[in-house]
């Protein structure tokens, strides 16, 4: 059974069963009783609205249910991928969203945007480790919008951390930096061990040091 539903100006014929398998919400959505005579979802007249969300973002969600060639995507850039997650965490379609982030693991991301989006839905801190190295060390300050979308608490930790850098000539500007850390790998291992510390990210259990 078809479902008429509108997002912002568009209209969509969605399958209550497909939908309702992968998407606990919708199934909710769909089990909830209509008042008597209610015909909402029934016409184009009179679709469910979905509030609070792009059309254009709710279309790329439906593309991977709905593939217009079965196995086959042409979904590739981060924006992409990362409006994908985003509506596989409201609609929780777990599989979905391991999708989503695993072609997100594959691209590169600037390692300020990777940080504000790993964040953001809550992905392994470990994993940003490289990102917060490039940030620490790298010669240009955050902007004010990466310091907005960051957040006060993880702004202030990457100052301090950039402090620790300089302080131990870490950092790519600082001309004593080869003196001091000695080699390539002797400067990562110095900033790496300031993020983990300053940062606060922890090693896993099985990491080899």
Known sequence: M?????????????????????????????????????????????????????????TRFLSLLYPPTLGL??????DEWTSVMD???RWQVDSLREHAISQLRGLYIEPVRK????????????????????VISRPQSLSLSDAH???????VAIAQARDAVHLRGACRCCAGSKAQSGTSVGRDRILEDIVRT???ITRPPNARY
């Open 2 to 58: 078809r479902v008429k539903s509108q997002v912002e100006d568009v209209q969509y014929k969605l399958h209550r069963s497909l939908l309702g398998k992968h998407s606990p919400v919708f199934e909710e959505l769909f089990m909830m009783p209509q008042p008597a005579g209610s015909t909402e979802g029934c016409s184009e007249e009179n679709p469910i609205v979905l509030s609070g969300i792009e059309a254009a973002n709710f």
């Open 73 to 78: 995507c042409d979904i590739a850039t981060v």
């Open 87 to 89: 509506q596989a965490d």
């Open 115 to 134: 940080i504000i989006i790993w964040q953001r839905y809550n992905l392994p801190a470990d994993e940003l480790v490289p990102s917060y190295m490039d």
């Open 149 to 155: 979308d960051l957040g006060l608490t993880r702004f």
């Open 198 to 200: 300053v940062i606060g």
